[in-house]
């Protein structure tokens, strides 16, 4: 599925109801021959219907196309790391130094599985409040953040993101918006703004922060995990409403049902050494640091929440 993706097969079915192999492979100067294989793969899981030259999405095509950020999420983001798992296991190699995930697929996928699950809902939420400036935490390519200034006007915004690589991907999604005066991505490492003095140009202005399926990495060191929620508030001062959505650890006992994607999350951030948490933790937390629980709300991907927080 993410070989489609990457090959165009998504896009082109967003705009056509057929395809034509021989024209598709001349077009896109493919290897017909392991594109025919492909294709027969995704027909064995019902995704397509491929008749001599002719494919066809068959129904399960859209629910797939809804979820294809969680396989470039996966397989495009995480493929060293889950090839690496042996490895990891015996204390051969380590997350971080001998084994690394691929930080623009990540922000891709997240950005892509957010516009297909989430971006409604988000928008629901972000109606309801009054902003001038807004920042989010772990922006990827910073499509979010462009597409909700872009919505209201005179509104500004700041994306911080740790990779280099998807903040360069992330100026062209502002150029893309025509909002290069108004959004401004920046290279940042959030725990250097929360806890080793980094300060961000118009952080006092702030009036909401975000983050989406970020906050487990902040809280990774059992150090300053309880100091996170305060550290956060400290840096946005003037922030009124926090937006934190995150995946939670997947309830045990659910029946013989595992939706797309929890496994991969847990086992990933498992390899990662990187704590994940319940809903239940996550509420507590954010109680402790002094944020008021709005609402928490069902949040487009499995077992994945958005909770609606107002500074005390």
Known sequence: MFAL????????FDESNHLN???????????????????????????????????TPAPAWSELRRKIGFFTWGVGGYHDVFAGAAAITRGERVFGRDVLRNEAMVALGSAQADMALMRHL?????????????????SGISERVCRLVASRPGARGLGLDISASATE???????????????????????????????????????VATSFMF????LVDPSTRMDVIPALRKAFPN????????????????????PVFSSGFELAHALMGVPIYTREEYENLFREGGLHLRRTIPFGAPHTYLFVLEAQ
């Open 21 to 55: 192999v021989t024209e598709y492979c001349r077009l896109r100067k493919l290897d017909e021959s392991v594109f025919r294989q492909l294709l027969s793969v995704a027909e064995a899981f019902g995704q397509l219907v491929v008749t001599g030259d002719r494919v």
């Open 169 to 207: 991907l992330a100026a062209g999604t502002v150029e893309r918006y025509g909002l290069t005066d108004r959004v401004q991505p920046i290279c940042a490492d959030v725990l250097d703004v929360l806890f080793r003095g980094r300060r961000i140009e118009g952080a006092d202005q702030v009036d």
């Open 239 to 258: 922030a009124h409403t926090f937006l934190l959505g995150d995946t939670t650890v997947r309830p045990r006992g659910e029946g013989d049902t595992l």
């Open 5 to 12: 993706e990457q090959l165009g097969l998504f896009a082109w």
């Open 122 to 138: 988000l928008d629901e939420q972000i109606a309801e409040l009054d902003f001038s400036v807004i920042a989010d935490l772990g």
């Open 215 to 218: 906050l487990h990495d902040l």
